[in-house]
Nanobody
Framework: QLQFVESGGGFVQPGGSLRLSCVAS????????IAWFRQGPGKEREGVAC????????EYADSVRARFTISRDNAKNTAFLQMNILKPEDTGSYYC????????????????????WGQGTLVTVSS
């Protein structure tokens, strides 16, 4: 069974940090690029970051560039999102997704990914 399980979210003050994890099962993880998406209150789901299968190049949304870092540990079928200098606009549920190619120019479009979604992990940034 193909599955993602996201974790690591929580409540933090602006300027704080969180490290999210995504554990996958049921497919050849290392053959896919992995992305993080998020969905804030009343918003559409949007791409946050992507890390390619090979080579491990990365892409970031302009809104998180230089604050967030995506990484992966293929031996553990796990992807991470280190989030620093968090802002209230970062609030939302975060999900990981798998793409059967390198991230590329269209990495932020949800329909380029496998239609496999976990329950997400909620990040709340508020003072």
């Amino acid at each position: 069974q193909l599955q993602f399980v996201e974790s690591g979210g929580g409540f933090v003050q602006p300027g704080g940090s969180l490290r999210l994890s995504c554990v996958a099962s049921g497919f050849a993880w290392d053959r896919y690029s992995i992305a993080w998406f998020r969905q804030g209150p009343g918003k559409e789901r949007e791409g946050v970051a992507c890390i390619s299968n090979r080579p491990g190049t990365t892409e970031y949304a302009d809104s998180v560039r230089a604050r967030f870092t995506i990484s992966r540990d293929n031996a553990k079928n796990t992807a991470f999102l280190q989030m620093n200098i968090l802002k209230p606009e970062d609030t939302g549920s975060y999900y990981c997704a798998a793409k059967p190619s390198f991230c590329g120019a269209m990495w932020s479009f949800e329909n380029n990914y496998l239609d496999i979604w976990g329950q997400g992990t909620l990040v709340t940034v508020s003072s």
